[in-house]
């Protein structure tokens, strides 16, 4: 067993870590007050090659992987947790087509997908309940030339910002689980965008509907086999979604932990600095130990999916265990800070806010567990 | 045009509490992270710049110990063409003299037809500034410090501007020649992806004494004829002195004061 990174990794981690800090750290306030995507930063991102770096070089991408991809999104989440859930969701879209696209399909959207010129937002959830895959409403139906889909999609990342949508939707008279996905470009008839939500975390990263009314699909657009629907969203949901989510609580958990030794040092009481007093030293143990327990969780899980093997177990775990220990880590470091983490002053405050939204996102915490539970109990 | 830049690893400055003197003056730092040495990436920058403007190749030299090999890739990450490691262990314990004697001849051996070294203009570990231009003496070449641009102008010519106590200079600099620059100069890039994927196809190649044909006598502590005597702490003194009088009375008394003319300019 090797802990050494490869040299790529090494790089990767060092130029992520300084695109964080000089591009888009001076860019966190602004997303605080105003909620929205800087799309000028999208577009850095993408010429430094970020939402390609799971997508085969032949489509223009570098195939570093999904264990790269988890340390940039760790790198990404460390300065901007709402940064990182736009970028991880945009490679996700990347990812899937890259996955379940036809050959004309990636012919047609790549180089510029993994360039981040085009960004697919994969659109699942309806206000029905994410949970329930079998309540969703969304209709197609065979109109012989052509795919009629009907329906609303809630809580989509990047929804406004994205020229394409992954739809997952109901075949029309189908069996329970008879559902395709659909590709559909922005401007196409009975398409639209609905509400942005006002989310208490993740500025910076738009959330929205997405409307289909009477919405007209060429055949060519269908996603995968038909009847594969939910196939195609749950591979895309494991490998980049949830992972993405793990991303993002490791970036947290390493921001709380810096953030609390640095104050830690500083703060001095009782003529010393509090990271003289054993209580203080506990909570930094604390958040160390599951930063680092997340972190080689997240690592195996990734590297499972980049040696092309059975990964769910591990993903669902990663995903609830460092989404709670985030949401620890995050309180514990607000706490070490005193009134001072509760001002807006610190970002400790946001570190919290952005920390809860780990929890629904992709699958909930419930239901992550439900997966590995049923997964590591039931006979197979 | 054919453009070396020499970079120095350091110890990374949020590890510098590691670090400890040995009894003879010298670091230890084993164990501690090296970086860029941060000037020498503005100097590559440069050199990435002149490569991209007017063609040519962009060669990276570094003396240090093997651990600095894994940093050189990240100069080839930035778009350096080639990447040379002198490192030997004769080399161990150069003074500015011995580190520039062995650059030079790493120089001379892979790049005689060089057209501009670039350096920084000190290293933020041992800063003596003196490596650069004791370099251009031993290649026989002009040079200039502190330069916060560089064109590269007609007739084989490079302006140079560079830092002057109360504004700056501008120069014309026949080359071959050797600049060291500041952090002024531009803003390094950060490697893209495909750049870092690129890096790991590209060779770094480990030049020893023998390769260079440097005897033991002149590198390293040998060929070194600075001894660190002593270490200390300078005390920090600080100068307060307070103004009296009405307003204008301050004011003036303030901007006779010796140098404070360049602080408020
Ligand atoms: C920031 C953010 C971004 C998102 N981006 C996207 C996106 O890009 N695309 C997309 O399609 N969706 C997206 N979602 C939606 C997300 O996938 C859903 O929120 C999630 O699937 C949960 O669905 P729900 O919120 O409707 O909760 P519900 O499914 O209504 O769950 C309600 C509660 O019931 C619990 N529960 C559910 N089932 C069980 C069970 N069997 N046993 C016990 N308890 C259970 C849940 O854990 C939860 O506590 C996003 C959500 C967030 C917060
Ligand atoms: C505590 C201590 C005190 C020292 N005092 C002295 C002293 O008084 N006199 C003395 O001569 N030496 C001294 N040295 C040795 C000095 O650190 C080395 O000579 C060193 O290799 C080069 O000097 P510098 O770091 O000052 O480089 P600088 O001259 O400050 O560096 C300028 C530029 O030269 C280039 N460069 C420098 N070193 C290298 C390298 N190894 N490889 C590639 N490019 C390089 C880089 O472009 C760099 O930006 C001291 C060392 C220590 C540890």
Redesign the pocket.
Known sequence: MDFQPTIQQDLLRKAVRQFAEDEIAPLVNEMEINDDTPLDLVRKMGDQGFMGVTIPAEYGGTGMGHLARMIMIEEVGRISAGMA?ALQ?MQMGAGMVIDSGSAAQKAKYFPSLAQGKILV?????E?S????LEGLSTRAVDEGEYYSLNGR???????HISELAVIIAKNEGGAKRDFSAFLIENGTEGFRRGRVER?IG?HG?I?GELIMENCRIPKENLFGDKGRGLAVALKGINDY?RMGMVGIALGLMQASLEAAVKFARERVLYGKPISNLAPIQFKIAEIYADLESSRLLAYYAAWLIDQNKKSDTQVSSAKFFSAEAALQCTRKAMDIYGAYGCMKDYPLERYCRDAQ?LV????????MR?IAGRNLAMKR | MQVAVCVKMVPAPEQWSQIAFRDDGSLQREGIELIINPVDRNALEEALKIRQALGGTVTVFSMGPPSCLERLREALAMGADRAFLLSDRNFAGADTLATSKVLAAGIRKEMPGFDLVLCGSASIDSGTAQVGPQLAAHLGVAHLTDAFSISVGEQNCFQVRTVASHGYFITKLRKPALISVTRQLNKPRIPTLFDIVASCNKEIIILSSADLNIPKSESGLEGSPTKVRELFFPPARRLARILEGSIEDRVEELLRQPGVAGVLK
């Open positions: 859930m969701v937002a994969p659109a699942i959830t206000s309940g994410g949970s329930d999609k809630v809580f989509i990342t990047n929804s989310k993740f990263c959330t979604g939204l629904p996102a992709d699958g909930t915490n419930d239901v439900i």
